[in-house]
């Protein structure tokens, strides 16, 4: 037995020679409870005392989504048996504060904490929301010792990684059809005037607490670096329920655009919990191009030659075309000139890419020039008519030299037999 005196205050000593017996005895138990206080209890034989240790935190820096793991580091001076109570308060960056239990007397696993020691030596905790994990430990011997041991860590915020695809819409897929657009390198060029979409790719865009999903926090915001924004029209295309945030799509304006550029789309992304992350997206983009013509179809004449019509039968005159710099359809325009006349007039009878010229379409002995003019349907003149003038270098640029086979309209001269 452990000996203990007590030196009281005179007040005290007054108190205790001048009350019962039995009020005597109970003060002095509870001042010398008071003085033991949670370092042991005394009990017959000597005094028990409170288990000592502390809490580890196995896992470093855990964030939302991991399993974090505790171990209760403690001992029992006396060789007791010790019980655990684990409780786990939480203060989330959203929402209400929180608390979860566990013990090895009433266990409340809900999947939140989960056993993995011997008596709740050893717990896991599951981390479902970024903030401050307060952890306390009530741990208590057989003789009813204990002591309460805390610890606490910070689930931080983790920055997202994106991935930015730039997708050119499905009908305008093309290759690298224009070697000749200024570029020195090898990489694909696509038309100015096509519609591009910028999104982030599923696959290699990586956010650990799922800011980034529609409706929840992040938020994305596309820049024009370059070229000047009075040359781009773009629109934000919201985003739908299991969707990654925000899309963007944008074109250059065809009738501004005259040169090759390269465009540049600053991409950055906030998880709206402090976190951002940007790339720099760039396409190397031509200027629209007029129609070409590389070879007939072998059931035509000859382009650029006479070709003699007989009055008992007629001619089907027809153009095909390999390449436009996205195919979008194309505009035909069938135009005649007599001999001598000072300009081309429509051919009401012609209709798309085909013209079947009818017996008897002029006399024997007449001769005239049959035009067919083709222009995409993205690109106007200066009147606001399909096609471009006659003005136009075909093709290809304009410091290029222009082949021989490439042509904007396709001339025949005919002589009626």
């Not at 222009?375 to 399909?386: E, F, H, L, S, T």
């Amino acid at each position: 037995m452990i000996q203990t005196r007590y030196r009281l205050r005179p007040v005290a000593r007054r108190l205790l020679v001048t009350k019962p017996v039995w009020y005597r005895q109970g003060m002095r138990n509870g001042l010398l409870a008071l003085l033991l206080g949670m370092s042991g209890c005394l009990y017959v034989g000597g005094i028990n005392h409170a288990p000592a240790g502390e809490i580890e935190v196995e896992t470093l820096e855990p964030k939302q989504g991991d399993w974090v793991t505790l171990r209760a580091g403690v001992t029992d001076p006396d060789g007791d048996d010790i019980r655990y109570e684990w409780e786990v308060a939480v203060t989330p960056i959203h929402g209400k504060p929180y608390t979860r239990k566990l013990s090895d007397e009433q266990s409340t696993d809900d999947g939140f904490l989960v056993p993995i020691g011997e008596g709740l030596s050893r717990v896991k905790l599951h981390v479902v929301d970024r903030g401050t994990h307060g952890v306390l430990l009530h741990a208590r011997d057989g003789q009813g010792a204990y002591r309460d041991l805390t610890a606490s860590f910070e689930v931080a915020n983790q920055a997202p990684t994106i991935a930015v695809l730039l997708d050119i819409e499905p009908e305008y897929k093309l290759t690298d059809r224009y070697p000749d657009t200024g570029f020195a390198d090898t990489k694909v060029r696509n038309p100015a005037h096509a519609h591009y979409l910028l999104r982030l790719r599923e696959e290699d865009t990586v956010d650990y607490e799922d800011d980034l999903r529609c409706g929840n926090d992040g938020t994305i915001k596309y820049e024009v670096l370059q070229p000047d924004q009075s040359l781009v029209n773009g629109q934000v295309v919201a985003c739908k329920k299991g969707e990654l945030i925000d899309r963007y799509r944008f074109r250059l304006d065809p009738t501004k655009v005259t040169a090759p550029v390269t465009a540049k789309i600053k991409v950055t992304v906030d998880d709206g919990n402090g976190a951002t992350a940007e790339q720099i997206v760039s396409v190397d983009l031509v200027p629209n191009r007029p129609a070409c013509i590389k070879g007939m179809d072998g059931t035509s004449p000859k382009p650029d030659h006479t070709v003699p019509v007989t009055h008992e039968e007629g001619m089907r005159f027809e153009v095909t075309w390999p390449d436009d710099d996205v195919d979008e359809g194309y505009h035909y325009s069938w135009l005649v000139r007599d001999a001598g006349a000072a300009s081309f007039e429509p051919v009401q009878q012609a209709s798309g890419a085909v013209f079947d010229m009818p017996a008897w379409y002029r006399m024997p002995g007449d001769d005239m020039e049959l035009r067919v003019v083709i222009a995409d349907k993205v690109m106007n003149d200066a009147k606001g008519q399909p096609g471009c003038s006659e003005d136009t270098v075909l093709c290809q640029d304009p410091a290029a030299d222009l082949p021989a086979e490439c042509y904007q309209w396709v001339t025949w001269h005919v002589e009626f037999w």
